[in-house]
């Protein structure tokens, strides 16, 4: 679920301002009607925008989320602060309520507030969380919410493999068929 609120300076009610100043002699006149609309630009490509590839994470107990966000109109963490909050109730909003901090589970749960870069895990508690992470800086904000589910990870079930009588210095291979997951974890055999 990808859900995104952005509040940022009006860049009408900016060049409303930078107008008056002009006016009331409080800054330098414009040279051209391309000035106010550069500056404009210019400032709209500082206002934060949070990207996220995946908004819906699965990740198994025993694994760790490691998330990074960055300005995208920038591709730094320039001048940004971040914050996380986090519910249990799936519905596409998540209140100021419950820190990032407070999550259950794990050894560690970090949000670095000036890099943008969120640890979670090792997951312990199998269960389904909505993730909000706030990217602010002095021109605007962004919000971008992510579900993360945590599944159980058990281990992989074969089916019983039948004994095979070989000759002396002679190879075979066992393919094990009817392999089962509890999960979608991939299985290694060895």
């Given at each position: 679920?990808?859900?995104?609120?952005?509040?940022t300076?009006?860049?009408?009610?900016?060049?409303?301002?930078?107008?008056?100043?002009?006016?009331?002699?409080?800054?330098?006149?414009?040279?051209?009607?391309?000035?106010?609309?550069?500056?404009?630009?210019?400032?709209?490509?500082?206002?934060?925008?949070?990207?996220?590839?995946?908004?819906?994470?699965?990740?198994?107990?025993?694994?760790?989320?490691?998330?990074?966000?960055?300005?995208?109109?920038?591709?730094?963490?320039?001048?940004?602060?971040?914050?996380c909050?986090?519910?249990?109730?799936?519905?596409?909003s998540?209140?100021?309520?419950?820190?990032?901090?407070?999550?259950?589970?794990?050894?560690?749960?970090?949000?670095?507030?000036?890099?943008?870069?969120?640890?979670?895990?090792?997951?312990?508690?199998?269960?389904?969380?909505?993730?909000?992470?706030i990217?602010?800086?002095?021109?605007?904000?962004d919000?971008?919410?992510?579900?993360?589910?945590?599944?159980?990870?058990?281990?992989?079930?074969?089916?019983?493999?039948n004994?095979i009588?070989?000759?002396?210095?002679?190879?075979?291979?066992v393919?094990?068929?009817?392999?089962?997951?509890?999960?979608?974890?991939?299985?290694t055999?060895?």
């Amino acid at each position: 679920m990808r859900s995104m609120t952005r509040t940022t300076l009006s860049p009408l009610l900016i060049l409303a301002s930078m107008l008056w100043a002009q006016a009331c002699g409080k800054s330098e006149s414009f040279k051209s009607l391309e000035e106010p609309k550069t500056l404009l630009n210019n400032l709209d490509s500082k206002i934060p925008l949070l990207t996220h590839p995946n908004s819906e994470q699965k990740l198994f107990t025993e694994e760790t989320l490691i998330l990074d966000f960055n300005n995208e109109k920038t591709g730094t963490d320039e001048d940004m602060s971040y914050s996380c909050f986090y519910d249990q109730v799936i519905d596409g909003s998540v209140a100021e309520a419950a820190s990032c901090d407070s999550l259950p589970g794990g050894a560690t749960q970090k949000l670095d507030s000036a890099t943008g870069k969120f640890v979670w895990g090792p997951l312990e508690n199998t269960s389904s969380y909505e993730l909000r992470f706030i990217g602010k800086n002095k021109l605007g904000s962004d919000t971008l919410i992510l579900t993360v589910e945590v599944l159980q990870n058990r281990k992989p079930k074969l089916d019983p493999i039948n004994d095979i009588g070989i000759a002396a210095l002679k190879t075979v291979s066992v393919v094990p068929v009817n392999k089962r997951d509890p999960g979608t974890a991939t299985v290694t055999y060895t």
